[in-house]
């Protein structure tokens, strides 16, 4: 039987499909564990790390020009 037509041809540029494949692999084993770790949850697991949050820093001794500023930023 003839192969399926693909009228693209293949991307020299892209990922190893078996690589491509092994990370998916384990990044939907981690999300699965967390997912067990955490149930019953009501917040879904995340496989990416948020930022670390910019520390507060001194707010007592801030000046009133600097409080301003900071709301607009």
């Known amino acids: 039987m003839a192969e399926k037509f693909n009228p693209a041809p293949p991307d020299k540029h892209a990922d190893n499909p078996r690589e491509a494949a092994a990370a998916d692999r384990e990044i939907h084993g981690k999300l699965e564990a967390g997912l067990v770790g955490s ?34 930023r």
């Not at 879904?44 to 001194?58: E, I, L, M, Y």
């Open 39 to 72: 149930f019953p949850a009501s917040d879904p697991v995340s496989a990416a790390q948020p930022a670390p949050s910019k520390p507060d820093g001194d707010r007592e001794n801030e000046s009133l020009w600097d409080k301003v500023k900071s709301a607009f």
